[in-house]
């Protein structure tokens, strides 16, 4: 895991979290990376459908604010547009996701969304040794996974598999739930 947390220390873009430093002890690898607070577009898009089934704000005032600043729609289309250019970065050069759900997307305080939660990623550049692991393993979550991956037990190693579960981010965006 600590090739694909160095390929991701080389990711410099304001939708994909900061990694600061990645390295080892004699015991335990690490990773720092920037402080993302959140909220997570999961619980933006929950607090959205609360709204619009009529019942009562949450009580958390980030969650709050961020909820309402992407209530109209032109507003979750620059959110989708951000993290449809982390993610094209991403893949150029050569870091696939492979979990990119609701959960992995924070708003930083300024409510820029980033890519966070890269514990699944793979990095195409990888050794031999270390991507054998990493593409013979389905992985990522269910709701978000491209057909093809669960029928075929392919295993999400392919720029496609992120753009399908992007899909699905988008959708739930604008219908507030999961197709």
Do not use: W
């Not at 195409?124 to 669960?150: F, M």
Request: aromatic residues 6%; hydrophobic residues 40%.
């Amino acid at each position: 895991k600590l090739n694909e947390a160095r390929a991701l220390a080389q990711i410099e873009h304001p939708g994909v979290v900061k990694v600061h430093e990645v390295g080892e002890t004699d015991t335990h690898a690490y990773l720092a990376m920037e402080l993302v607070t959140g909220p997570s577009l999961r619980a933006v898009l929950d607090e959205l459908a609360r709204r619009s089934a009529g019942l009562p704000p949450a009580p958390e005032p980030g969650l709050g604010a961020m909820a309402e600043r992407l209530r109209p729609y032109s507003a979750r289309i620059a959110v989708l547009r951000q993290l449809a250019d982390a993610l094209a970065t991403c893949h150029d050069q050569g870091v696939l996701h492979r979990d990119i759900k609701p959960h992995n997307i924070l708003f930083d305080a300024q409510g820029t969304p980033k890519l966070i939660d890269f514990g699944l990623a793979h990095d195409a550049r990888a050794d031999e040794d270390s991507r054998i692991g990493l593409t013979q393993n389905l992985v990522g979550t269910a709701a978000y996974l491209a057909p093809e991956q669960v029928s075929d037990n392919e295993t999400g190693a392919d720029p496609r598999s992120d753009q399908f579960s992007f899909g699905i981010v988008a959708y739930e965006c604008f219908a507030l739930k999961n197709p």
